[in-house]
């Protein structure tokens, strides 16, 4: 399949001044993602995993290297806007994303900023709001909005644009659990029925675990980079760069480290329910 | 106590006055000031009224949100009411005693007065609570658009408002959040002598600024993330079509204006 986003060996360092020194947060990331995946990132603080999003949609530049979407490098200053349609951004706080008062004006905005033609613009918007479930509140005041409900119009904004591929910085970090749910199946949703290439930037591992691809960051490098169930199966490495594994992953390792025979690559709750009553 | 502000909020709405041309409503509401001020006398004033009352129910809109919009100002209109009163020295005496004196005119004054500021920040209140904020930018905006060809930033002004009103709420929030914070570690806030509450308005007004523009910082971002370019070539959602509509009830405005203005010089 088509690649969407490649990242070649890109190095990227925070400007120091004169008394701080510079700080390079990305050594020399080589990341390929296909048309269609769905991949989460995880890492700890200051991981770089933020960093990386970033550079997905020319907000920052690399120091060195290069990241590719859909063909267009992000150095390039003409393709900037289409580049930008082609990769959506959701960032953690709803309350900083949304730019106007009125829900659908909001979806709106990047249309209206693109030049889109009213009939146009009206269609999509509508479209997008009945994608995330949220047209019943088109006329609504984001103010009156739950958070999760929030996270969706954001994320509706992004889809307006009709991008090939979005990517979400912590979309979830400031949610209720049922805030979270609403907005991971959402997501999921956009990327089963619209092909939508979604990059999930996470420190949920159970949010990871629903994703067909890992990649996970240490010190501003990929330390692995594979489906869920082989990543969260090095429950050591894991644990080591301080992340941690999906509850039952976890369950699963400590009965297998006190003797028990457990397969090591459970990660959901049905395959653990199952590995225990084997043993019995 | 924060959140009973009324001033600049939206209640949405499919009633006519909702769906009218934001551009001619503004026209309108400059129309209906100057018929406030017309004359002053009761059936200039009635005039006034009625066109008022006829607006609020053609709305929809509840009318206790009008009553609590004059809320907040009704000190000051009690302290000018009350200045006028006594200090107004024309026409007969009604009551005498020492430096204070009320005559009819000073009752008349403050009568008119506290009725016109009455009708216009209800007037005034329609026009808020039945265009949305942005809406309201978005036609001040055509309105002045004019002024562009001087190089006024009129985009950028509007696209500040509309930022700005659509942060309010959010804003109130986070003062409210961080209210209750530092009450928690003990600031006086609610109590205290005036001094000490001024002072301690610091320790909420400083962590507010801070957030704020950290919360400039992302929003900006992700206007560019949205392709954000300032005013060139933009379209709208926002459609401003006039139609019939809009002209009958600029008609009506002025027919009412008129009328203000016989009915103010015939009781000269």
Known sequence: MENIIEIEDLHFSYKGDSETPDVEVLKGIDLTIKKGEFVAVLGHNGSGKSTLAKHINAILLPTKGKVLVDGIDTADEDKLFQLRQKAGMVFQNPDNQIVSSIVEEDVAFALENLGVPYEEMRRRVDESLKAVNMYDYRLHSPSQLSGGQKQRIAIAGVIAMQPECIILDEPTAMLDPQGRKEVMSTIMRMNREQGITIVLITHYMDEAAKCGRVVVMDKGRVVLDDTPRKVFSHVEQVKEIGLDVPQVTELAWELRRAGYDVPDDIITEEECVEAIKKLF | ?268
Not at chain 2, 204 to 229: K, Q
């Open chain 2, 1 to 268: 106590m924060l959140k009973d502000i009324t001033i600049g909020q939206y209640f949405p709405g499919d009633s006519i006055i909702h769906r009218l041309d934001p551009r001619f409503k503004i026209i309108i509401t400059f129309i209906y000031i100057l018929m406030l001020f017309t004359g002053s006398n009761i059936l200039c004033l009635t005039v006034g009224a009625v066109y008022t009352v006829m607006a609020i129910l053609l709305s929809r809109i509840p009318f206790k949100m009008f009553v609590k919009s004059v809320r907040p100002l009704l000190p000051f209109l009690i302290i000018t009411a009350l200045l006028n009163l006594f200090l107004v020295d024309s026409g007969d005496t009604y009551f005498h005693w020492k430096f204070l004196k009320i005559t009819e005119e000073g009752v008349n004054i403050s009568v008119f007065m506290i009725i016109r500021i009455v009708l216009l920040i209800m007037g005034s209140s329609l026009l808020t609570y039945t265009t949305s904020p942005i809406t309201l930018t978005d036609a001040i905006e055509r309105l002045l658009s004019p002024l562009k060809k001087l190089k006024f930033p009129v985009h950028e002004l509007a696209m500040m408002m509309s930022i700005a009103l659509r942060f309010i709420p959010t804003l109130i929030e986070e003062t409210d959040k961080i209210m209750s914070a530092q009450k928690a570690r003990g600031a006086e806030i609610d109590s205290g002598s005036f001094m000490t509450r001024a002072r301690n308005m610091i320790s909420i007004l400083v962590p507010l600024f801070i957030s704020s523009f950290r919360r400039a910082d992302e929003l900006a971002t992700a206007m560019e993330c949205r392709c954000y370019n300032g005013g060139e070539g933009r379209t709208r959602l926002r459609q401003l079509k006039s139609s019939a509509r809009d002209y009958i009830a600029l008609a009506v405005t002025i027919i009412f204006y008129i009328a203000a203005i016989v009915v103010a010089h015939i009781l000269k």
